[in-house]
């Protein structure tokens, strides 16, 4: 499959009273070069939970955007490639056909899977939809990240090239939909916790899931403060 559109952001204060965010992308042109932390014209604001070398680079599949255009008509100038925030858009490649750990040759860099994402607050500000990160999260669409393995240069038209499927059991709707399961059995949570190729926040998410009576609060995340 091939790269369809590549995407960057500065911080902003974009919404009064709220932090700000690098949420915002525009359309790249060119050569990018893809550092360990990402793009290099790329930025995000908060640091604790955004970017970091096991978010390094968003991927959102442009198929999606047709459905959201159906869920909510009246917002559909919003969604287009971009829109979420993503880094990089093609189509052909969903949670569906693609299983965390997968490695790829992508321009002249190699990257990896590591996580699906986990929407917050920030995109139902975006989107002006107070309810868009539940729905993103219940929906499973929720695009992925990738670690840079090694660093390169990537542009519009590069393919992105199956090296390596190290899960094969484990297709990131699966592994999504196990990460936002307030039900998941303890045994599925400790086969996660324990994934090497996971994120390292993510396997803490499913260690603390093997712990039956733990009850995780999304409401922080989902709606904000």
Request: charged share 25%; glycine share 10%.
């Amino acid at each position: 499959m091939k790269v369809s559109g590549l995407f960057t952001g500065k911080i902003e204060d974009r919404w009064p009273g709220k932090p700000p965010s690098a949420i915002g992308k525009q359309p790249a042109t060119g050569s990018l070069r893809l550092e360990t932390l990402g793009f290099e014209l790329d930025a995000q604001a908060d640091l604790t939970v955004h970017g970091g070398p096991d978010k390094a680079v968003h991927h959102y599949a442009a198929e999606h955007y047709a459905e959201w255009r159906a869920e909510f008509p009246q917002l559909v100038d919003k969604f287009h490639p971009g829109g979420f925030g993503e880094n990089i858009s093609t189509e052909g490649m969903t949670e569906e056909s693609l299983c965390i750990g997968d490695i790829f040759a992508l321009g002249s860099a190699r990257v990896q899977i590591s996580q699906g994402r986990q929407p917050c607050w920030k995109l139902n500000s975006h989107i002006g939809e107070k309810t868009m990160a539940a729905r993103f999260q219940k929906t499973l669409r929720t695009g992925w990240y990738y670690r840079v393995l090694e660093p390169g240069n990537v542009e519009i038209g590069d393919e992105f090239t199956l090296l390596e499927r190290l899960n094969p059991d484990w297709t990131l709707i699966r592994l999504i939909a196990a990460r936002f399961n307030a039900r998941l059995d303890p045994e599925t949570a400790a086969t996660l916790a324990r994934l090497p190729a996971l994120a390292e926040g993510w396997r803490k998410s499913f260690a603390k899931k093997c712990d039956s009576s733990y009850v995780e609060d999304t409401a922080p995340r989902l709606v904000g403060n």
